[in-house]
T-cell receptor, first 112, second 119 residues
Framework: DAGVTQSPTHLIKTRGQQVTLRCSPK?????VSWYQQALGQGPQFIFQ???????QRGNFPDRFSGHQFPNYSSELNVNALLLGDSALYLC???????????FGPGTRLTVL | AQKVTQAQTEISVVEKEDVTLDCVYE???????LFWYKQPPSGELVFLIR??????QNEISGRYSWNFQKSTSSFNFTITASQVVDSAVYFC????????????????FGTGTRLTIIP
């Protein structure tokens, strides 16, 4: 039973560029949440997707957008990258009727 | 608004000592869930425990135990006879629950406690 997978593992971009991160949920899960974890901080909720729609959003600018596909996988897009976007981006999946979120290994994004 | 406070930024103990990680939370929800996650250097958050607000029984799992006290809004985590493999960053997290919070499954994390076990 595969857990949550994310790609790529590491990514280096320059300011102003755009990036797309990908997440495949744990088998049987239909909800995907994204979190940003800056160095030395706890994860911060970005948004959550269910039934291909954004259900809930944290305090992040519109530069952060996402998508969920019919197979429940998800993408996180960040436009006009800033140095402050450098962080570990974590994807978590869950069942809507269950509140246990399983996290992937994360994508470490470095913006130069 | 929900808030989780982990006042201990870093803790170092010698192997085999017991250690307690503190977690204090704030929420207006009557139904809520509390979690502990472990984050080893690899970065992946590993689920340790979930507790709902109606169950104040302490829980023990091997060397791990959790003390949930609603009166003080605390959910502390104790590792008994610590081992080097316990070295990691530990996060306490909170989320709302119940029908009124359906669609509010986001986790609110504390800032974490870095635990180092010295051999």
């Amino acid at each position: 039973d595969a857990g949550v997978t994310q790609s790529p593992t590491h990514l280096i971009k320059t300011r102003g560029q755009q990036v797309t991160l990908r997440c495949s949920p744990k088998s049987g899960h239909d909800t995907v949440s994204w979190y940003q974890q800056a160095l030395g901080q706890g994860p911060q909720f970005i948004f959550q997707y269910y039934e291909e729609e954004e259900r809930q959003r944290g305090n992040f600018p519109d530069r952060f957008s996402g998508h969920q596909f019919p197979n429940y996988s998800s993408e996180l897009n960040v436009n006009a990258l800033l140095l402050g976007d450098s962080a570990l981006y974590l994807c978590a999946s869950s069942l809507t009727r269950d509140n246990e979120q399983f996290f992937g290994p994360g994508t470490r994004l470095t913006v130069l | 608004a929900q808030k989780v406070t982990q006042a201990q930024t870093e803790i170092s103990v010698v192997e085999k000592e017991d250690v307690t990680l503190d977690c204090v939370y704030e929420t207006r929800d009557t139904t809520y869930y509390l979690f502990w996650y472990k984050q080893p250097p690899s970065g992946e958050l590993v689920f340790l425990i979930r507790r709902n607000s109606f169950d104040e029984q302490n829980e023990i799992s091997g060397r791990y135990s959790w003390n949930f006290q609603k009166s003080t809004s605390s959910f502390n985590f104790t590792i008994t006879a610590s081992q080097v493999v316990d070295s990691a960053v530990y996060f306490c997290a909170l989320r709302g629950g119940g029908k009124a919070n359906f669609g509010n499954e986001k986790l609110t994390f504390g800032t974490g406690t870095r635990l180092t076990i010295i051999p």
